[in-house]
C-alpha cells in the first residue's frame, strides 16, 4: 500500500521536509503523485529511500548515496550495483545503535539523529510528545534513544559526542515546549533542583514538562543549585514539594536533603514543611524516612499531583 510522505518520513527517521529536499536535487521521488500534487510512496520508492538512509548514515555523501540507492533499485536480479565506501571516521557504522526490542520511534530518531538531521529529530520529538504524552514519550522513545547514543559513545573510543549533544539538546528543546501554567491559588508550586555539582538535568526537565502537562505550577532551577539559595527559594516558595536530582553517588548528599526537608514557613502554630522527593541514581541504597523516591516518572508524576492537591485542599479558601 502507497505511503504519505508523513508516514515515510516516521518509518525513516527523517523529515518530511529531507524527503521533499532528496526529490527536487537527487531525483528520488515518489513513482505515484495522486492529484499531481500528494505524493504516494510505492515498495520500490520505500526500498530506494531505505537505502539512502543507510548510505547516508554510513558517511557517504547524499549525492553519491542517491545514485547508488537508484542503481540497487533498478539492477536485474543477480547484479550488484556500484555502492560507494563509507566514509571512515566518527560517522562510520552510525546505524547500527543498541536499540533491541526498541519502539520503532526510536529507531527512527538514532537515525536522524545520527546523520545530524536536526529539522528530523526535532520533528520526531515533537511528534511523540503529541501523540503519547510526556511520560511515555519519555520513558519509551526519548531515554532508551539517549542510552543508545550513550552506550555507543562509551564503546566507540568517544566517537559520537556529537550527535548525543545534537539529540540532548533537541531533547531538552521538546521537553521545554511544555511551558508550566501561571501560578494559582492552592499550593506552593513544586520546586525541581539538581543537588550542588550535579550537571545532569534531562530528567528533571522531563519531569517539569509533565507537571505542567497536568497543569502544576513548578519552579525549575536546573543544574548545580547552591546548597544555600535552594534553601533561601523554599522559604521564599513555600513549595508543596522539592525534588533533588542527583546522577551520581558523589553528588547525592542526604544532610542537604534532611535540611531541605526540616525548612519550615508560615505563621506560628501553622508552619508547614514541603514533601521532599529524591531523584536519580545517585540516591541508590537504603530508603531515607520521609524521603519518597519514585521508580519511573509516571510514578513521580502521581506522587506529586496528588501532593499538590492535598496541599491547596488544606490552604484556607
Known sequence: MPLTTGALARRLGVSP???RSWDRRYGIGPAIRADG???R?????????EAMCRLTSSGVP???????????AEAPPGTAATVPPPVRGPSHAAGALPLVDARQECRGLARAAVRLDAPAVEELLTTAVEQYGIAVA?????????HAVGRKWVSSGDRYVEVEHLLSWYVSTALRRRTPPPDRQGAGPVVLACVPGEQHTLPIEALNAGLAELGLPTRMFGAAVPAEALVAAVRRLGPSAVVLWAQARSTASLPLARHVADTQWGVKGARRRPLVMLGGP???GPSVRGMLRPPSLQHA????????????AGEPS
Open 37 to 39: 500534487r500528494h505524493r
Open 17 to 19: 521536509t529531507t524527503l
Open 138 to 146: 519519555w520513558q519509551e522513545v526519548m531515554v532508551p534513544t539517549l
Open 62 to 72: 547524499p549525492a553519491e548515496a542517491a545514485r547508488a540507492a537508484r542503481e540497487t
Open 41 to 49: 510512496w510505492s515498495p520500490r520508492d520505500v526500498a530506494v529511500l
Open 301 to 312: 508524576l502521581d506522587i506529586l499531583g496528588a501532593a499538590y492537591r492535598e496541599g491547596a
Open 282 to 284: 545517585g540516591w541508590s
